[in-house]
């Protein structure tokens, strides 16, 4: 049975406040999600006073369509309701010339004029932006492409509220020019942004290759397919990519969800994903390894309040970001490896089985941690290291569990 957030965040600030005597967890709620300018530090994002800033993300693309057809009231509709479930960024699209089989469309002129509006709703709803740069980009002339990021880049440096400009969204994709998919140009394009503005490249082809890794920023978009908790337990990877390359890495768009798992398209039906569990073990999976991860979901492509399915999910989501106080900064470990608190669990994968998990991993801070169990069924065999031991479990659903350790 799922604990209550309330309980169970409050019972978590206890267990993994740091050892300094009357150090109090801090609670997103605390203070406004807008304190100035975002910047990389090592593998983290951080406010201007160097405070962690936890990636709450939401995919929301089609926002800047929203505000260039004249429809803010649906822009404010859908950045309240993500400001309202707890998210505090926002990934939109600065263009979408062609659109989509529904017949969304906007051309680079309309989206990038319309981006200080777009940045100003943000700002009414107390969220960051995450702006992707060039998409669709087949139809677009090559020679255009550089002075388009630029132009996005100026309207970030100007505007405190762009967290993130990313300059192309999957640069491999068929809908993009080839020369957009080459790592050289997107550097090229990325160094005309103003240094003051965090930059990634985009997404590479492979969800564990650093090929685009040459902005502030690493974007990796998540392997879908196969078992979901194999999926989420990929997370792992993401946060040895991060580890390489000493930069934050941002789980930007992991397998979506929708009210159904078989969502119609033109080219047949699109698997998405249902289950709030598998939502919260992106969310706790986002925190105990440092991985910054946002929500992507069907009616977040067009920017509409969800439906049912997809608020729980969101809801679950958000949870699971909230299982490590915001102030805390845990270190991850593998069972087993050097320093882990936990000795062994018994592992299967990625298909779960019973009395056994797909994936663990631990995270710690100071003498409190958490341990996070992926696709459980019943006993894992959970051995702690020498010291250590565990404490209550502070959420449960189908296929996730965390449990508090402590060290005596």
């Known amino acids: 049975m799922t604990r209550q957030v309330g309980a169970a965040a409050a019972l978590i600030g206890v267990l993994l406040a740091s050892s300094a005597a009357g150090k109090p967890a801090r609670s997103p709620a605390d203070a406004a999600t807008l304190r100035g300018r975002l910047r990389v530090e090592g593998r983290a994002l951080v406010y201007p006073d160097g405070t962690p800033f936890v990636w709450r993300g939401a995919t929301g693309f089609l926002v800047t369509e929203q505000v260039v057809r004249g429809r803010e009231a649906d822009a404010r509709a859908f950045l309240a309701w993500a400001k309202r479930t707890g998210f505090n960024t926002v990934r939109v699209l600065a263009m979408l010339p062609g659109g989509w089989e529904d017949g969304f469309a906007f051309t680079p002129e309309e989206g990038l004029a319309a981006l200080p509006r777009v940045f100003a709703l943000a700002r009414d709803a107390d969220l960051y932006v995450h702006l992707t740069v060039l998409n669709n980009t087949r139809r677009l002339r090559e020679a255009d492409l550089g002075g388009l990021v630029e132009r996005a880049g100026a309207s970030c440096a100007a505007d405190p509220v762009c967290a993130v400009l990313e300059v192309a969204n999957e640069p491999y994709h068929r809908v993009q020019r080839d020369v957009v998919g080459q790592a050289a140009s997107l550097r090229a394009w990325a160094r005309r942004v103003p240094a003051i503005v965090p930059v990634a490249l985009g997404a590479a082809g492979g969800d564990d290759s650093l090929e685009m890794a040459g902005g502030s920023i690493v974007i990796a978009h998540l392997d879908r397919g196969g078992e979901p908790w194999a999926m989420v337990a990929r997370m792992r990877m993401l946060a040895a990519m991060a580890e390489t390359a000493g930069k934050p890495?941002?789980?930007?768009?992991?397998?979506?969800?929708?009210?159904?798992?078989?969502?119609?398209?033109?080219?047949?039906?699109?698997?998405?994903?249902?289950?709030?569990?598998?939502?919260?073990?992106?969310?706790?999976?986002?925190?105990?390894?440092?991985?910054?991860?946002?929500?992507?979901?069907?009616?977040?492509?067009?920017?509409?309040?969800?439906?049912?399915?997809?608020?729980?999910?969101?809801?679950?989501?958000?949870?699971g970001t909230r299982v490590v106080p915001d102030d805390e900064r845990p270190v991850s470990f593998a069972p087993g490896t050097p320093g882990s608190p936990v000795a062994s669990v018994r592992t299967v994968g990625p298909i779960p089985r019973p009395n056994a998990?797909?994936?663990?991993?631990?995270?710690?801070?100071?003498?409190r941690g958490i341990l996070v169990l992926l696709g459980v069924c019943g006993d894992p065999g959970v051995v702690l290291a020498d010291g250590w031991q565990t404490g209550p479990t502070l959420a449960d659903r189908p296929g996730v569990r965390v449990i508090a350790i402590e060290r005596r």
């Open 249 to 319: 890495v941002l789980n930007s768009e992991p397998d979506g969800f929708a009210e159904v798992a078989c969502v119609p398209r033109r080219i047949g039906c699109y698997p998405r994903q249902t289950d709030p569990a598998l939502a919260f073990g992106f969310g706790a999976m986002s925190r105990v390894l440092g991985v910054g991860t946002t929500f992507h979901f069907e009616d977040g492509l067009r920017a509409r309040v969800p439906g049912p399915v997809q608020q729980r999910a969101a809801a679950a989501f958000i949870e």
């Open 357 to 367: 998990a797909v994936a663990a991993i631990a995270g710690t801070a100071g003498n």
